[in-house]
């Protein structure tokens, strides 16, 4: 953030969620293969799919531009 | 590729290939009509994700130790913060759990109205902060708001301020924890002790390790996972109402049914309702919204409330500090999208079995947790009806993270006022930095300590909640007007800070006192509650509404209703009244009673119960003259200028007379005493404190630009919803 050398928050935001949005996207997809007995409301949008790879953009973004390597200066 | 970055890949690979994957094995978290039992259900990828969380917050700790190796990097974050991360630590800040589940409850209750306390409410006591008072704060370098009070007004009010400050951080900060861990109980089923010692344990190594920046890292993070966990609720919300408008039909017919005793008031708007005291669910007029929320109570919390101010002093510079709290300006304006919708929500979609409106109560209702869900699982209710695994999981590790920073930045700000503001002017004033420093890690964790303390004081005395929620309420509107007398008016001395500071305090909790007094008695509404196991039979009326209760056998406890028997029914069968008279309807509350052979449980009101001979009975008799869960009429009509007020009215109103009281007594024994040289107000007062100059900056980091920019939305928003 601040400190020469130091990992960015940023990183750690995208870090987090990238691997929310792996588990959330594959729990989506494993409920569109196999529909659970009791689904909640709006089950129909699948919105655990569309919200996985929101996170996954989203966090990927921020792992790539604040990866560690690049981000020796200040920020 | 370096060494990191195969650690990462590694890490994220082994989570996806090791989580368990059979999610529809997990029985659906649904909303339950009236019920105990927990209401939200996880699956094993939700306790994966909020495990995650834990991790990674832990991990952030001990990567930033080394970062903290100063007294000015602990306490200050090394005041070097750009402007996005200082503006998300201060609204995340304030962003916590009992935030949004609050202003979800209280929008569940009040209607549209909630949505004032992010706009009037905040929006121009921040532009305020941000293009008046920070300049002072940032450029006389105090490390806290008493601070700044002790360079202006001298040690009486600095020690004031500082221990007061100290005492009630940590008790509120004990209280969010007892609150976390009675939620999570209620909601997930989770040990009370559990969840104290693992949250407040996590809390106290990350904030001793790291500090500030500790803190303030973990609230960019809880930032992202509020609204990422929470933004579904209004989207998913509003699709299932039928759209926008059809949402705000249908929780203004449903409001009728669910707020009886508000039934013509307006539930969705924002001003049109505010012409008098009956025409809105809050009892309040627009005289009380602009001045006791618009100017006491906001400008009290969001230009003196040190946890707030402590996130944007500590920003690399001036021109940082201002933009950054503009930039929380701005997000603030946005929240009720994730807090005053999802009340309304609760009104509009949150159906009983039979497409009844299901009907939630307050937490004081004697029916709460028992028969009914109350106004604060709104939020968590309406997470269960749309969120399913992997979804819960974020949103329930938003709601762990929310109380987390909300206690992280208690036990900082603690830390810093305690070392600063008591520690070093009373105790110890030439010490070395890697004194204060130590001394700041130790105060990390006794605070954490002292708050595991409060919290488990709560188990046994619960209802000082109430009261400590309103103490630092009232602390910080005083607090205000002191602070701004004395950065704006050169001539308020050090006695004039220090009595208006102390009286207006002291008048703040008179009126609390007042309100809750009951000269002529209290007696809380008739009650009759069916004891476990007891036999119950039911008569209906042509609509299927229970219309007598009949107790078979069994025992019953009755509160204020008259003429039941001390012990036992015997002779003839006796019928309780529905209601008494001048008390109110009689309750009838059934958690656990045997109904034709099948165990259930029922809270109904005005129901006539006949009680059959050998019913055993207890019969209490309650009346008091100071009950502070209630509100006297009579006496709220003096402070809040109506008896139709609800408790939020009264609290905007007492902040107003409070900052009041404040002013004149500050400005009269001001007049009568004698100022501080104009040559150590330097840096302190307007007129005396030059603003540097930063240089040239580019237009779109203008911070007068942006202020404009927030203000022109505020009125716009404001008018679109009139």
Redesign the interface.
Known sequence: MHHEHQIPIWFFVGSLLTVYGVLILGVGIYNLVHPPEHPVALASLHMDVWWGILLLLIGSLYVVKYWPSKGETAR | M?P??HL?LA??LG??FL?P?R??AA????ATEGTASHLLVLSP?DL??VV??FV?VLG?GF?LKK?ASTGEDFFM??R???AW?AGLSFISANLSSLETMGWSAMAYQYGMLGAHAYLIGAIPAILFLAVVMMPFYYICRTHSVPGYLGLRYGEASRALAGISFTFLTVMVSGASMFAMAKILNLLLGWNMNVSIWVSSVTVAIYVSLGGL?SA??NE??QF??IW?GTL?IPI?GI??AGGWTRMLATAQKNAAIIHPTVQNADFTSLWRNLGSFDTNPMGIDWFGMVFGLGLAVSFGYWCTDFLQVQRVIVA?NLRSAQNGTLIGAALKMMVPIIVTIPGLLGLAVLLNRDGSPMILVPESDPRANITHRTFNDVLPLLM????????L??GVTAMIAGFMSGMAGNVSAFATVWTYDVYRPLFNRKASDKHYLTMGRWCSILGVLISIGTAYALFFFSNILEFLQVLIFFFIVPLFGTVILGMLWKRATPAGGFWGFLIAILVSMSMWAYVHTFPDGYRPQPKVSIGKGAVVSFEKDAAGKIAKIVVEQGAVATVNVPGTPATEVKGADLTLPPSVEKVGLVQVLAPEVTVAGTSEKFGVEAVPVVLKTGVRVSSTEVCKTFAPAAFNPAHTRYVARSDKAKPMAVNMYSGFWSLLVCLVVTVVVSLFTRPKPEAELKNLVMGLTPIPDEGPCPWYQSPKLWAAVVFIALVAINVIFW
């Open positions: 370096n990191l970055k990462w890490a994220l989570l996806v989580t994957m999610v529809d029985a659906p978290a649904r990828v994966v994700i995650l969380y990674v952030i990567y970062y974050a090394g070097k913060m750009t991360i920046l303030v890292f960019v993070l992202f996972l990422l579904l998913l699709i299932h690399k269960g009806q749309y969120l399913g695994p992997g979804l999981g974020l």
